[in-house]
């Protein structure tokens, strides 16, 4: 089965910049996309084909995509970007979409 | 402006069956894909399935294949998504989201406000 795999956990002080990643043999050859999920809420899309920001979403919001390896990162974090954030794919091969694992930011 | 808007929160027991809705307006429902997805209680978002409703063609994650039915009413813009057995294992909240893109690696913008389906004897 087709697996992205995030780190279950990144803790960052306010301020700082967190990084989340998301691997995967080869994702650089994918369009990845990126969600902001927080409780009894509906996800929310933070980043697109990688590198995009949808209107609304701070600049502090960015994305790379290279090699196995696919991050986001989120600059000069505030309290309010504490969530669970999940990447995502589309698999050609099955034309499935998978998300990834799940990686819960805590703002310290 | 685009909207999902899904029914509200189910309590069933096992064996049961249930369809749940997800309402759209503010866009052509029948010129783009729309996807279920799953949270389980604790756990991450799990992708169940897509419909076209232009034609109903319909893609299943194989872990929800044969379990559930994603099915679509053109003639008022809602799609549903239906189990004929219900098992606990079942509980978990269900989102229908939008796929919005130029291709098939297309991601989800807009997303209804979640199902909560509750299975329990």
């Known amino acids: 089965s087709y697996v992205l795999t995030q780190p279950p956990s990144v803790s960052v002080a306010p301020g700082k910049t967190a990084r989340i990643t998301c691997e995967r043999n080869?994702?650089?050859?994918?369009?990845v996309h990126w969600y902001q999920k927080k409780p009894g809420q509906a996800p929310v899309l933070v980043i697109y084909y990688d590198s995009d920001r949808p209107s609304g979403i701070p600049e502090r919001f960015s994305g790379s995509n290279s090699g196995n390896t696919a991050t986001l990162t989120i600059s000069r974090v505030e309290a309010g970007d504490e969530a669970d954030y999940y990447c995502?794919?589309?698999?050609?091969?099955?034309?499935?979409?998978?998300f990834g694992t799940g990686t819960k930011v805590t703002v310290l | 402006e685009v909207q999902l808007v899904q029914s509200g929160a189910e309590v069933k027991k096992p064996g049961e069956s249930l369809k749940i809705s997800c309402q759209t307006s503010?866009?052509?429902?029948?010129?783009?894909?729309l996807a279920w997805v799953r949270q389980m209680p604790g756990k991450g978002l799990e992708w169940m399935g897509i419909i076209y409703p232009g034609d109903s063609d319909t893609t299943y994650s194989p872990s929800f294949q044969g379990h559930v039915t994603i099915s679509a009413d053109k003639s008022i813009s809602t799609a549903y998504l239906q189990w004929s057995s219900l098992k606990a294992s079942d509980t978990a909240t269900y989102y229908c989201?939008?796929?919005?893109?130029?291709?098939?690696?297309?991601?989800?913008?807009?997303w209804g406000q979640g199902t909560l389906v509750t299975v329990s004897s």
């Open positions: 989201a939008l796929r919005i893109g130029y291709d098939s690696s297309g991601y989800y913008h807009h």
């Open positions: 995502q794919v589309w698999d050609g091969g099955n034309g499935l979409y998978v």
């Open positions: 503010g866009y052509s429902f029948t010129s783009y894909w």
């Open positions: 080869n994702i650089g050859s994918k369009s």
